[in-house]
């Protein structure tokens, strides 16, 4: 009885362990691709084409329909939709009590 009780306790001591290790891997998993800003902040562009930013402090931010961001690299993409919630719930999954 002994050993069953131990064995439980240390499976859910591995299991609460492991739990904060997979708390940012739906935002890869929900995005097509992701694009660095010049401005420093980050655009992901989801599976449905719709757009979502965050900012260079790791929050997400406000994208106006139609603002033409500008990469890194000098390209400009025009802004489709504002999943501000979204990314919000992505990059805050597993982080709030």
Do not use: C, I, W
Request: charged letters at 25%; aromatic letters at 8%.
């Amino acid at each position: 009885m002994k050993a069953t009780l131990f064995t439980l306790a240390v499976a859910f001591a591995a299991a609460g362990v492991s739990v904060p290790v997979f708390a940012r891997d739906a935002l890869p998993q929900a995005t097509q691709q992701v694009l660095a800003l010049k401005d420093g902040s980050t655009l992901y562009v989801f599976r449905d084409g719709k757009m979502a930013k965050e900012d260079r402090y790791g929050r997400a931010a406000y994208l106006k329909q139609g603002e033409v961001l500008e990469l890194a690299d000098g390209r400009k993409v025009p802004a489709v939709g504002n999943e501000v919630a979204r990314l919000d719930g992505l990059l805050n999954d597993g982080h709030r009590n």
